[in-house]
């Protein structure tokens, strides 16, 4: 497990050279894995960022602050170019699994197809992550021509960072943080700053108790109580996560598994 905040600003080296600056991550709102990382290229390429998938990291240094990815600067260099104030769209990730030869089923393992490029929309589905430029919220909720084609699931780490949540009685805070498994890429727990509710407390939140999510006006709504937030296991983000905590998290709430 690890938290994701700390890794932007990640260098990124490929096997000749470095390539740029993790600038954020992008997820995906239906299976909650990372899908890309967001490169921006420095002045190696000047005013360009890239998207790279998590599965071409081949090594991570954290005392170095640096991912290795099985790439060369010119494979990178010729890859499919993130257009100036535009989506993000299901045929520009089309093109990049196209030319790294990269297969979308296999990289999900074997996920649904609601959850990669070209699932349909959920009805309180926001503006599109927009790569390198603002988005026009009025546009993209009226489907103008900047949001179509766009993949819609996609959502930035560094967006929904401050989203408000709310239990089914009420505010409990904010959301500070995410926690994934640097296995798959999955985003298991939302770390929530509870703020003037509880102060000087944290809790994790697992997806599983997500109701919706309501873009435009930036918060998440669960399905669970503030007393049993409240009632959770504590968590202490000085102590190492580890699979006993999971175990009791997951009990506590009735969420499947040990760890999402």
Do not use: K
């Given at each position: 497990m690890q938290v994701i905040s700390p890794l932007k600003g990640f260098s990124i080296e490929a096997s000749d050279g470095r390539i740029g600056t993790v600038v954020d991550f992008l997820f995906d709102d239906a299976s909650w894995k990372v899908r890309w990382l967001v490169i921006d290229c420095g002045t190696w390429l000047t005013g360009r960022k890239v998207l790279i998938h998590p599965s071409a990291i081949s090594q991570e240094d954290l005392e170095r602050q640096q991912f290795v990815v099985a790439l060369t600067k010119?494979?990178?260099?010729?890859?499919?170019?993130?257009?100036?104030?535009?989506?993000?769209?299901?045929?520009?990730?089309?093109?990049?699994?196209?030319y790294y030869g990269w297969d979308p089923l296999s990289l999900w393992g074997g996920a649904n197809l609601s959850a990669i490029p070209g699932a349909m929309a959920s009805p309180l589905m926001g503006p599109p992550y927009m790569g390198?430029?603002?988005?026009d919220e009025a546009e993209a909720r009226g489907g103008g021509s900047a949001s179509r084609g766009a993949d819609l699931h996609l959502r930035s780490v560094v967006e929904v960072s401050g989203y408000r949540v709310h239990a089914v009685d009420g505010e409990i805070?904010?959301?500070?943080?995410?926690?994934?498994?640097?296995?798959?890429?999955?985003?298991?727990y939302f770390i929530v700053d509870t703020g003037n509710w509880w102060f000087g407390k944290r809790v994790l939140i697992s997806p599983r108790a997500v109701k919706r999510v309501d873009w435009f006006d930036r918060h998440v709504a669960l399905n669970v109580s503030r007393e049993l937030v409240k009632a959770s296991?504590?968590?202490?983000p000085l102590v190492a996560f580890n699979d006993e905590y999971a175990k009791r998290l997951h009990k506590h709430y009735g969420w499947p598994g040990s760890r999402a």
């Open positions: 010119a494979q990178v260099e010729g890859s499919p170019e993130l257009a100036e104030d535009q989506p993000v769209s299901q045929q520009m990730e089309a093109q990049l699994y196209s390198l430029g603002p988005t805070g904010h959301i500070e943080n995410l926690m994934f498994d640097d296995a798959d890429w999955s985003v298991r296991p504590p968590w202490d």
